[in-house]
């Protein structure tokens, strides 16, 4: 596989690179990458699509080119390398492969290596967004680049100190020693080294035999993660921020027209503020129980939203009339024809986090700490919403307990300003659960119509017309100009973005003749975001179930059709590599099936086999509170990620990814009746839960020639899904048309009040625990 370094031009080929020692009186350096622009050429294919040559990578990879040499490593006394990473950590674990890249360049010791979260810094034009598993894919070069100005500035103050030429001087653990035996240590070399003046560098990465990346590591963080000593924006004290909670309206967008006691609320134990905004009525008391007392306590008289009256059935009727026509005749000459229709319902992006941020909104200033994978973005709309210039809004970046695209929008700090704002108190805001699935972001319900034609055992035409409810990319590239061009008037704006999305992501690794895939939109009423994985799920179990139909045709095996029309080399490793661990192919009982799948995104590659028991004893067996139905019983996972800088992590996103994809096949959704959402909270939504997972799964990292890492964080989803519906179909004759498969089945839960719209807390939690 050839990668960006390998195809770069001659000067990148030989690895020399331009940094800045930044003037200062300790060591600060930084990487130019205008010469660093990754190369795209790597083999095209005789018919590629479009991903194939460019990709969402690429895109984010240009647009944060121009600011690369922004982000600085400084070293300080003690020898520690600080850096402040302008992406946010969600769980995905970058804050430990970013040490372990400064590590690896530095030969410093990993725990001497800290890695926090920049602020809000308007100055990196495009390049603070966390998303589309592009982290260390762009980070990458930049880090290292960094570093080796870092190492190389050492290296000369300690020419100097140690009066030895560099080439005798050895680096080991942050020490630099002599043939003498005399050394030094980083901490020491650091103001040695420091420049008076920003002076440029020329740089070569190290080569050889790596210690640190491709090792497999524990995340830095988690040992404060187990012990609770981690903090999340609700650990955070900020003096003056009181536990606040906003009572929401009965339907999705209603606003709220009147508190009609809000003498009786500010009478109730603890509550000292309370205040009408445009999303509900916010309560700020001493703890957050005596919040949700007020609020269900409130009498609020409420607007109707946008969706009042509307159900599941309504909206995929609207979607249907927008569906695109095909294009090949439906009855070709000669040739056998494939036509597939298949349907995905809302699902709720709620990480597990609930939304949440404090803020503190002065007359002339405001502060907002929060987990934002979008922060410049974020101070803008803050700053808009109310009315202070930008650079008068400091936005903290808190690590995040998960995001699955809801950490895109800043809509819990934008909502915690304005309630500052309007209480003129600063404020801890939290989202109560019931909120999320109900007022929160969604994955937008969609269909997917498939058509293919075969000659013999050859397809010639692939054609996919992909309908869904707007996906909102209003956060754009990471400012508001991307994201003003998203909100453009007639939504032509937003349409556009959300095409050239679909298209830099959307790949089908077949050789099946001519392939289309096409993105339509319609019905923009809904907080959508792009949920984990975006459109590929779907797109993926569509692809996969029709792939086995034209397998059955062809009379192959569907591995072996798989292997034998996949025009990727990456592919047909990850692909024959499930193969031999999962035992493909094996006999198994009735009710019982294997499933396999592809997917190729991120520059990487995977395949997924799961087993899959559709017995009505496996089926009908009953969980309290919970909807059971079949049960995967086995996942065989394998990955082409390039070059893995932590197999460990690697691993754990393959396993998360899983879990998600499970989710999105056989159980979670939102159903929508009468303008609201029946799901609140995570007891009724279902999401995979432990007992769901297969008591064996095991990931594969195959083995790479790539010199680059690719993206890893959304890399798990799409093939895990598509694997469980094909298992599905096989072992119950019948191709699944409607995601996720228990969606029609009687509800197993009892909706929650929506007035008031947190319920009351329960207090039976002993009597289910082991």
Known sequence: MSTPEDAAPTSLRRRTFVGYVIGGSTLAVAADLAIAKPARADGVPSVPQIPEIYDLEDLQTDAALPTSQLITIEIDDEGNANFAIPRMEVGQGITTSTAMIIAEELDLPLEKVNVTLAPARPELLFNQLTGGSNTSYSTYTPIRVAAAVARKSLLQAAEAYLDYGQERLRILDGVISAPDGSSVGFGELAPMAASPETKKVDVTLKEGEK?????????????????????????????????????????????????????EILGMPG???????????????ATFGQCIDAIIAMDVDWAGGPIEGESDQTILSRVKKAELPLAVPKVPLLAKQVDAEFEFMFRSSAALEPNCAIADVRDDEATVWSGLKVPILAQQNIAKAVGLPQNKVTVNVITGGGSFGHKLFGDAAIEAAKVSKAMGKPVKLMWHRADEPRQGRLHPMCTSRIRATMLGKQVLTFEQRHTSVVTDFSHGLGEMLTSMVDELPTGLGGLGFSQS??????????????????LNETDDRFPTGSMRNIYSPDVRVANELVVDMLAEKAGMDPLEFRIKYTKSEQVRKVLEKVGEESDWGKQMPQGTAQGVSIHREYRGATACVVEIDCRPETVNRKIRNAVTGPRVTKGTFAVDAGLVLNPRGLEAQMQGGFADGLALTLTSSCHLRDGHFLEASWDNYYYTRQWNMPPEFDVHIVESDATHPGGAGEAGVAASAASVACAYARATGTVPKRFPINHDDPLGFEPKSFVPSVPQSPTNGLQFTY
């Open 211 to 263: 210690k640190v990346v491709g090792t497999p590591r524990n995340r830095v963080d988690a040992l404060e993660a187990v012990t609770g000593r981690k903090e999340f924006s609700m650990d955070l004290e900020v003096e003056g921020a009181l536990p606040t909670m906003v009572c929401r309206p009965p339907t999705l967008f209603g606003s709220p027209e009147r508190l009609n006691n809000e003498s």
């Open 501 to 518: 999305i679909f298209t830099l992501t959307q790949e089908l690794p077949y050789n099946f003749g001519v392939v289309t895939q096409l």
């Open 271 to 285: 509550v000292e503020d309370v205040a009408v905004v445009d999303t509900g009525v916010a309560v700020r008391a």
